[in-house]
């Protein structure tokens, strides 16, 4: 059974870091790219970053540069997102997801961990 | 930020069709298949459908969707009460700065 599991998220001051981690498992990791979106309380879903298969590709939003990092470990089989210079406006439920090898689009994603930045 | 538009409600009887629009613009819808995601309450989104009207295994065939020019839209016939979420288009956009992955701003379905 395909499945991804985040974890990493908590309680942070504005300012603040947190490494998010994404673990995978059913499914052969290193063929598929992987990708964070988030959700806002209340909000619609915001695509944060997508990472390709072998990790030679990144692509990210506008407001993610300079602050939000993708890697992934294809030995471990887990997706990292590391946040940096948090924003109130970043509190959200992230999400990771996986990326079906040929239909881009989103087949499988995990229950999603919670950031919250506040002092 | 949102680039593709969904209306932020819809709802219907047991049984009923409902349709929901989704629109982009030529980067986006106008370029690049469209993709619909399920999202329950409380849980995280599900894809529905894929490369603008096909459905994975296990979404049921009342679920369909089609796209026109830079406008998709995801029709429900026979509505049921498990039907009642949020659902989210969204497209890959061809922005000057490269690919980016873009949602609707989702449309709140209701079953009365």
């Known amino acids: 059974e395909v499945q991804i599991l985040e974890s990493g998220g908590g309680l942070v001051q504005p300012g603040g870091s947190l490494r998010l981690s994404c673990g995978a498992s059913?499914?052969?990791?290193?063929?598929?790219?992987m990708h964070w979106v988030r959700q806002a309380p209340g909000r619609g879903l915001e695509w944060v970053a997508g990472?390709?298969?072998?990790?030679?590709?990144?692509f990210s939003a506008d407001f993610v540069k300079g602050r939000f990092t993708i890697s992934r470990d294809n030995f471990k089989d887990t997706l990292y997102l590391q946040l940096n210079s948090l924003r109130v406006e970043d509190t959200a439920v992230y999400y990771c997801?996986?990326?079906?090898?040929?239909?881009?689009?989103?087949?499988?994603w995990g229950q999603g961990t919670v950031v919250t930045v506040s002092s | 930020q949102s680039v593709l538009t969904q209306p932020p409600s819809a709802s219907g009887t047991p049984g009923q069709r409902v349709t929901i629009s989704c629109s982009g613009s030529?980067?986006?819808?106008?370029?690049?298949?469209v993709n619909w995601y399920q999202q329950l309450p409380g849980t995280a989104p599900k894809l529905l459908i894929y490369?603008?009207?096909q459905r994975p295994s296990g979404v049921p065939d009342r679920f369909s969707g089609s796209k026109s020019g830079t406008s998709a839209s995801l029709a429900i016939s026979g509505l049921q009460s498990e039907d009642e979420a949020e659902y989210h288009c969204?497209?890959?956009?061809?922005?000057?700065?490269?690919?980016?992955?873009?949602f609707g701003t989702g449309t709140k379905v209701t079953v009365l």
């Open positions: 997801a996986k990326e079906a090898a040929v239909w881009d689009a989103f087949d499988v």
């Open positions: 059913g499914f052969t990791f290193s063929r598929n790219a």
């Open positions: 990472m390709s298969g072998s990790g030679d590709a990144t």
């Open positions: 030529r980067s986006n819808i106008g370029t690049n298949a």
């Open positions: 490369s603008n009207n």
């Open positions: 969204a497209a890959w956009d061809d922005s000057p700065n490269g690919p980016v992955y873009v």
